[in-house]
């Protein structure tokens, strides 16, 4: 009975790649959430997303990030072009259904930009 | 908008000894609260919550919160500490009545010493 499954758990990029981070929710899981904790600072929220539907990307920066749940396979947290201050742990989390007050977290992807 | 405060970026205490970790909360709205925890090298998981009705909140392991709307506080505790509870302990406050936005404090750190 596997939890939220994140890869890489670490993540070393120079300024200006890309980094892709993955989470594979719970079993029976259709609703994903990315979380972003920076240094010193508590989780923040990033993104909702469906199957297949962005529901609320309220917390997500507009330029060079991006987040996507296809019908198959896992949720992918894109960042272009990265710069040192995109340092920093992202979590995953996955719930069965909304508004449960229930999410159930990842280990987080930790990512750091040389 | 909504954001928390832990105070005690680390709390030591003995084992048997009362667990007390603080969290007050800002909130323009009826709060939703939560308490999640994260052992090493483990996802965060939902500890207890407060949604609505009675104001002191039992979750999983012993702990327990009180909402105090006058206090603007969330308190979490424990009334004797074991070794397996040395952990980093998060409180949050909902955004939304879905729960999917919750704000995090900084966390704070449980020592728990023989």
């Known amino acids: 009975n596997a939890g939220v499954m994140q890869n890489p758990r670490h993540l070393v990029r120079r300024r200006g790649q890309e980094a892709r981070l993955r989470c594979s929710p719970m079993k029976g899981h259709s609703h994903v959430y990315w979380y972003r904790q920076l240094p010193e600072e508590g989780l923040k929220f990033m993104v909702y997303l469906q199957k297949e539907n962005i529901i609320d990307e309220s917390g997500m920066p507009k330029e060079r990030f991006s987040a996507e749940f296809p019908k198959e396979g896992p949720s992918i947290l894109r960042i272009q072009q990265v710069v040192r201050g995109d340092s920093a742990a992202y979590f995953c989390?996955?719930?069965?259904?909304?508004?449960?007050?229930?999410?159930?977290f990842g280990e987080g992807s930790r990512l750091t930009v040389l | 908008a909504q954001s928390v405060t832990q105070l005690g970026s680390h709390v030591s205490v003995s084992e048997g000894a009362l667990v007390l970790l603080r969290c007050n909360y800002s909130?323009?709205?009826?709060?939703?609260l939560f308490w999640y925890v994260q052992y090493p090298n483990q996802g965060l998981q939902l500890l207890l919550k407060?949604?609505?009705?009675?104001?002191l909140v039992k979750g999983i392991n012993g702990f327990e919160a009180e909402f105090k709307k006058s206090e603007t506080s969330f308190h979490l505790t424990k009334p004797s500490a074991h070794m397996s509870d040395a952990a980093e302990y998060f409180c949050a406050v909902s955004e939304n009545t879905g729960f999917q936005k919750l704000v995090f404090g900084t966390g704070t750190r449980l020592l728990v010493s023989p």
């Open positions: 407060y949604t609505t009705g009675a104001t």
């Open positions: 909130s323009s709205v009826p709060p939703y």
């Open positions: 989390a996955s719930s069965p259904q909304p508004n449960t007050g229930e999410l159930f």
